[in-house]
């Protein structure tokens, strides 16, 4: 099911792709079904918030109407940077799936890990891996496809 789910977030990830966003996605999932989707907006929307978990989460408790996700699970392609990892743990999102990680700006493990502080009130139970490849390949090319561009 966690496949399904993730090729779900990279479809997301291929919108964000395609509007020359940084291609990373994202899906909300409550008792099998899907609640939300998000994608990468930063650079259309001017809003440096604009992140594909934070849009899922919004969209998640407008859905939902509340802001408590309880139950949900969250998919996203690359592991959360440390804003997003924050709105996880504020939003009571139970569990994490993640594609692939990030080396620079991930905060799930990879350069810090704010989803399993102890101090924290609320875990997230995380799962890695799913679809790796696929996950990091997308975001490969784009950044190839940028510095060419830039090339040029």
Known sequence: MDSYFMKLALKEAKKAYNI???PIGAVIVKDGKIISTG????????????HAEIIAIRKASEV???????????Y????????????????RIDRL???AKDPKMGACGSVIDIIQNPKFNHKVDVTWGVL?????SIMKNFFKELREKKRR
């Open 20 to 22: 020359d966003e940084v």
């Open 39 to 50: 994608y990468n907006l930063r650079e259309s929307s001017k809003d440096p918030i604009a």
């Open 64 to 74: 939902l109407g509340g802001w408590r996700l309880i139950g949900c699970t969250m």
């Open 76 to 91: 996203v392609t690359i592991e959360p940077c440390p804003m997003c990892a924050g709105a996880i743990i504020n939003s």
């Open 97 to 99: 799936v993640i594609g």
């Open 132 to 136: 790796e490849e696929e996950c990091s």
